[in-house]
């Protein structure tokens, strides 16, 4: 073997120990969490519900008139409060009580005592740290006085959720920390946002709208989608309801998995979800992938794929699980998809005639016609 060869084996061997290395830190992170967890007598649990009810933040006003000037920015606000009221009274008349925000506390105490052996003791959120030099200092403080209370472990979670932009998404997020009070040790922290009624498109923005003075500057928004509340109040509320209940659903799902208390298909459905949100399109893919791979049964996971697939630019990839999935029982009738491929066909593959194929079938199954892509697809074939 001469020398040249000797330094390629010598970088290949290298690179695989410090894969193996990286993959054994990984699983010992895991489960410190898991046995740490699972050994604790005592847990304490706080939540902090920021704001402290379920958000309807449906109007444009304010993201439009940013783009104006900054005084328009603070009128924006005020108009938008007002309208963003009325359509809450509106919602409220029809599906009562907007209470998603306890029901989410609720959901996850219940699991926690659950999947945790160890006494669950609800706590306050940290406080004001104003006394103290920094909010470090101040958590340390707290976490004395737990550990004097026999505490082992902190979970401080903060929660939002309501209904969020023009098109009235349903959003529920959550930022967690988790602590091992009696070393004074950060075990995990991670922010994720789930929405249970994402419809997975490939031309989808996805977009929170948390944030309501950050504005689209290239397309402000004129007025709410007229589904934005009609989706939510149509059948006596009954979309709202369920869409509510799935979405505390996976945000818990969520929380206990990266807790390493659960693992299965949701789970890492949920993960693609929030790094969708987040922007992280890449990091989305292998979760999904995983989901599909525990449960092909069930499409919209690897629906979740190939749109994550579209939108790291993987297009071929996108195209060949797309059409491997709607070959599966239940594949073959998931509506969706098949929007997805004619636009994938259309829009980036340049073959209309497959795009439409597609396309026809996609209303065969009760799609709603998109005008802008019927268009697309005609357009080549009068070229022709």
């Known amino acids: 073997m001469n020398g040249n060869n000797r330094v390629v084996v010598w970088t290949i061997v290298t690179v695989l120990m410090l894969l193996l290395f990286m993959n054994a830190l990984q699983a010992k992170e895991n489960n410190e969490i898991q046995n740490i967890l699972q050994s604790a007598k005592k847990v304490a649990v706080s939540i902090d519900a920021v704001p402290d009810e379920f958000v309807v933040s449906v109007s444009p006003v304010r993201q439009t008139l940013q783009i104006i000037h900054s005084s328009a920015?603070?009128?924006?606000?005020?108009?938008?409060?007002?309208?963003?009221?009325?359509?809450r009274k509106d919602l409220e008349a029809v599906v009562g009580e907007l209470n998603g925000v306890e029901m989410f506390h609720?959901?996850?105490?219940?699991?926690?005592?659950?999947?945790?052996?160890?006494?669950?003791?609800?706590?306050?959120?940290?406080?004001?740290?104003?006394?103290?030099?920094?909010?470090?200092?101040?958590?340390?403080?707290?976490?004395?006085?737990?550990?004097?209370?026999?505490?082992?472990?902190?979970?401080?979670?903060?929660?939002?959720?309501?209904?969020?932009?023009?098109?009235?998404?349903?959003?529920?997020?959550?930022?967690?920390?988790?602590?091992?009070?009696?070393?004074?040790?950060?075990?995990?922290?991670?922010?994720?946002?789930?929405?249970?009624?994402?419809?997975?498109?490939?031309?989808?923005?996805?977009r929170t709208y948390f944030n309501p003075f950050k504005s689209n500057w290239f397309s402000p928004r004129l007025s709410i989608a007229k589904n934005a509340l009609t989706r939510w109040t149509d059948n006596h509320g009954d979309n709202f309801?369920?869409?509510?209940?799935?979405?505390?659903?996976?945000?818990?799902?969520?929380?206990?998995?990266?807790?390493?208390?659960?693992?299965?298909?949701?789970?890492?459905?949920?993960?693609?979800?929030?790094?969708?949100?987040?922007?992280?399109?890449?990091?989305a893919v292998p979760d999904f992938q995983k989901a599909w791979d525990m449960n092909n049964q069930c499409p919209k996971y690897g629906n979740a794929l190939v749109v994550a697939l579209y939108k790291v630019k993987k297009i071929d990839e996108a195209v060949k699980k797309g059409e491997e999935i709607i070959k599966t029982p239940h594949g073959k009738e998931y509506v969706t998809l098949f929007y997805n491929l004619a636009y994938i066909y259309t829009e980036k593959k340049k073959d209309a005639k497959k795009g439409e194929e597609y396309y026809q079938q996609y209303l065969q199954l009760a799609g709603a016609p998109d005008e802008k892509l019927e268009s697309k697809i005609k357009q080549p074939q009068k070229k022709r």
């Open 73 to 87: 920015r603070l009128a924006g606000a005020l108009i938008s409060e007002v309208q963003n009221e009325n359509y």
């Open 106 to 206: 609720n959901a996850i105490m219940q699991t926690l005592k659950e999947k945790i052996t160890a006494e669950i003791i609800e706590v306050p959120p940290l406080g004001s740290t104003a006394k103290y030099n920094s909010d470090r200092e101040a958590q340390q403080d707290r976490q004395n006085q737990l550990q004097k209370k026999d505490i082992d472990v902190l979970l401080d979670l903060k929660i939002t959720a309501g209904i969020y932009g023009p098109e009235g998404e349903m959003f529920f997020r959550t930022y967690g920390k988790l602590y091992d009070v009696r070393k004074s040790k950060t075990l995990w922290r991670d922010e994720f946002t789930v929405s249970p009624t994402v419809d997975f498109r490939v031309n989808d923005s996805f």
């Open 241 to 283: 309801k369920k869409s509510q209940e799935y979405g505390i659903h996976l945000s818990v799902v969520q929380l206990c998995g990266a807790l390493q208390l659960e693992n299965n298909d949701e789970y890492y459905f949920a993960c693609g979800i929030s790094k969708m949100f987040g922007k992280k399109a890449k990091k």
